[in-house]
Every structure is written in C-alpha cells, then in structure tokens.
C-alpha cells in the first residue's frame, strides 16, 4: 500500500474510498500495512479510509510525546477539511484516538480502539524492545500475536532495525514515557463519544482486564472479544474484526 502514498505538505497518507471518513492511527512499531484488512473492507462498504503516516521518528526528542501526536492529527483534519470522523487505533494509536477525541470532541463522530495504551502503565515501555540480538527481538514480536506465525521475517526485521537506530531508539523511549505521564483513567469518564472497544483475549501487551476498565469508564461504549487473539486484532485476525466493526457502525448508524 506505501506505494499509493499521497504527499502534500508535511502530510504522507493513504485515501481509498469515498463517504463517511475513518481516520486509522496506527502504533509504535506498526506499519500501514498493518490495516490492509480494513482498507479493504470498507471503502466499498462506503467510507473513505485515510491512514496518516505519524512522525513517530521526525519530530524533535523534546517534541515526541502523545500530545503532539494528537494536535498534528487535528492538523491533518483540517489540512483535509475533515469534521465528524471515526478514528480508529491500535496500541500507541488508540492512546492518540483517545486524547485526540479529548482534546478535539467536535472533530470525533465515533471512537474505535484495540489493543489500545493510555491506561496500563507497562504497555507502551514492556511491549517495545530495547536493544538486543535477533532472537530476542523475535520472541518479544511473537508476544504481540496469539499466533507466533504472524510475526513474519518483515515484521522482525523491521522491529530490530528500528531499536538498533539510537535516534529511533531514544524517541520509542520518550514515547514510552510520555505514554505512562498522559494516563488516561481520569478523562475517560467525561469523554461521551461512542467508542467500539475490541480485544483480543489473549492480549500480552494490554491484558483483558484493560479493556474492562475502559468499557468501564467510558460513559457510551460497547466492548467486544475476538478469542485466541493478541494485541493487534485488525492483523491476527482482519475478517472478525472487519465484521464486528462494520455491526458496531450499522448499529449506531456511522
């Protein structure tokens, strides 16, 4: 899909589809193509799909935390002239969702996260390896899934080149810690956007217990379960994923 990449300003992104648009944020160390399975299934269910590539690795050290990563999400709606989005995240991209439709509740129609950081302290710094040789790297990958099959060379690959680059090494740590310093627990009683919440049961980086409590706190939410399934739903598995998203939306009529 990067090859489809639009370029405007300081934007890189991926448009597919006409309609209602969803906004995807995607993690610390996922790729776009994490959400292939989404940017398939709905642009022809009649919704624009945009996944904004998010300067994890190009803002100043000083700059790299949560928040600014939620103002340049509003500075691509605007860009894009876009109001009354869905935004979806996984991980690190749930946890910009959730202070982005803090911070921005006029912009937010709708709210879906999975897998999601902002309330479990350990999430962003346990799941995130730091240095280490390529075995070690590959077991803390195979931790994502349910299924360690789906931590394919690419993903390894990639994930050992990113902490083996100490200028993305120390911003994957200043995330980490800006994640722990904008917890979440005490906004989300007062955040009334509808929010879908999907977990995976078998989640080792934001156990289910996680999800609970923001089904708990969040005043209009709706949670649901995909079973042997880890952290990224929308990859292990796309089609129940796609499925319970799309009732969520037809039921709320998004």
């Avoid at 405007?8 to 969803?22: A, D, H, N």
């Avoid at 346990?126 to 993903?155: H, L």
């Avoid at 379960?225 to 990859?235: E, L, P, S």
């Amino acid at each position: 899909m990067t090859d489809q990449l639009k370029q405007e300003g300081k934007f890189s992104y991926l448009e597919i589809g006409e309609g209602q648009p969803i906004i995807i944020l995607h993690g610390l160390m996922g790729g776009l193509s994490n959400f292939d399975g989404v940017a398939n299934f709905f642009p022809p269910k009649g919704y624009k799909i945009l996944i904004p590539e998010l300067p994890i690795y190009k803002m100043p050290v000083l700059k790299t935390n949560v928040k600014n990563f939620a103002k340049y999400v509003k500075q691509f709606m605007d860009h894009k002239q876009l109001k009354d989005v869905i935004l979806l995240g996984n991980s690190l991209g749930g946890h910009i969702g959730l202070l982005c439709t803090k911070m921005y509740p006029e912009y937010i129609k709708a709210l879906v996260i999975t897998g999601s950081s902002g309330l479990y302290e350990s999430a962003m710094g346990e799941s995130y390896p730091k240095r280490g040789d390529r075995d070690y790297i590959q077991k803390k990958a195979e931790n994502v899934f349910y299924d360690p099959k789906v931590a394919t060379k690419e993903i390894v690959d990639e994930v050992y080149a990113t902490v083996n680059d100490r200028q993305k090494l120390i911003r994957t740590l200043a995330i980490a810690k800006s994640a722990i310093r904008h917890n979440m627990g005490k906004d989300l009683p007062t955040m009334e956007t509808p929010t879908c919440i999907i977990w995976g049961k078998n989640d080792n980086v934001t156990p289910p217990e996680v999800a609970d409590e923001f089904h708990e706190k969040l005043p209009d939410s709706d949670l649901f379960w995909i079973d042997k399934c880890g952290h990224a739903a929308m990859m292990e598995h796309p089609n129940e994923f796609n499925e319970l998203l799309w009732a969520w939306l037809e039921k709320r009529g998004f």
